[in-house]
């Protein structure tokens, strides 16, 4: 009997134990939005996991929304944000629709998204001659929201993803927003994204959202090839844009030699050049992208330029080419 006492002792203590520690863990977890649990916090806190390209640490954020989206404004409150973001784009789902994941609504123009597994990366081309000042993503998967915020601007960055859920795990993407700020990057000057230009080779007619133009197929020995620079020219269309200049490609011996000329009264601020055996360049998940800062050549003057050139080696067979630019003209 005394023995038996002694084992129900022993089982009573043991689970009397492990609740406490299951009490504490729960606690531990509810803090930091763990296990799925709502997190009720007064100011921000730390969270994981730091963002892979530019190592940011995100937070969880106090807001007034108990699923745990978060909006600009509490994003800049908790930041302290002077005077709060210029923009703020509305909040995109990530849904499933027929069999294919999609954000709905659509992202802005000038963002592309992409999805590997559990983690985001992001990239933003802003509007021609426009740079920016700060952004912030919010993240939201499960009852929570990591944002990751850049107080001195970024265009892009890898390895974002929403708060985790548990020893190991991660919660997965329901949606995502950005709040950001933009300012002139040339006072006295208006500006415009132009491209190389070749007939038939629309960035759209391959499924993305956004105007441009490939070059190629181009094979070696083709010397001095001369291809217009179009600014402005939204979908594609001509009519709506302007003729800014010249982009002369030269591709011999594994060497693709290029050159930019803008016409008078224009001048250039940044310049993009992509060449390779695909049609477009990849993106940070392996995907292929339109987004100029992963092209070859990516050039942001100090001083605005009226003609630049180049070359690209190591290159084989037939290739595709790919010339952006941001085209200012002083504002009268």
């Known amino acids: 009997m005394k023995k038996n006492l002694t084992i129900l002792n022993m089982l009573l203590a043991f689970f009397f134990l492990a609740g406490i520690a299951s009490c504490q863990k729960d606690t531990e977890n509810a803090e930091f939005g763990l296990k799925g649990k709502k997190t009720t916090i007064d100011e921000k806190v730390a969270s994981t996991p730091i963002s892979e390209d530019l190592e940011i640490t995100p937070y969880l954020i106090p807001g007034a929304n108990n699923g745990g989206n ?12 002077t005077g709060g973001f210029g923009i703020s784009t509305t909040t995109s789902n990530y849904n499933m629709v027929d069999g294919v994941w999609v954000f709905e609504p659509a992202l802005p123009e000038g963002f592309e998204v992409t999805i590997d597994g559990k983690y985001v990366s992001w990239s933003f081309e802003p509007p021609a001659g426009k740079c920016v000042v700060n952004i912030a993503v919010i993240v939201k998967g499960g009852n929570d929201a990591n944002v990751y915020y850049y107080p001195d601007g970024a265009t892009g960055d890898s390895g974002l993803s929403a708060p985790p859920t548990g020893k190991d795990g991660f919660a997965g993407l329901s949606n995502i927003t950005f709040c950001y700020t933009l300012k002139d990057c040339y006072e006295g000057f208006a500006c415009e994204t132009a491209f190389a230009y ?4 629309c960035f759209s007619n391959d499924g993305f959202n ?21 600014a402005a020219a939204g979908q594609c269309d001509l009519d709506k844009g302007t003729h800014v200049g010249t982009l ?12 930019v000329e803008i016409f008078e009264g224009f001048v250039m601020s940044e310049l993009q050049i992509y060449a390779g055996n695909a049609k477009y360049p990849a993106g940070k998940n392996g995907k292929p992208t339109v ?6 050549v990516v050039e942001v003057f ?31």
């Open 70 to 81: 978060r909006t600009c404004a509490e994003v800049a409150s908790a930041f302290e944000v």
């Open 302 to 332: 100090d001083e605005l330029k009226t003609e630049y050139d180049g070359i690209i080696e190591n290159l084989s067979g037939s290739i595709y080419v790919i010339a952006h630019a941001v085209v200012c003209m002083e504002e009268e």
């Open 210 to 230: 956004r105007w441009g133009w490939y070059l190629g197929p181009i094979t070696q020995n083709e010397v001095a090839v001369e291809y217009e620079i179009w």
């Open 248 to 259: 002369s490609l030269t591709y011999f011996d594994g060497k693709l030699e290029w050159e």
């Open 198 to 201: 070749q007939d038939g080779n």
């Open 291 to 296: 987004a100029p800062g992963q092209y070859t």
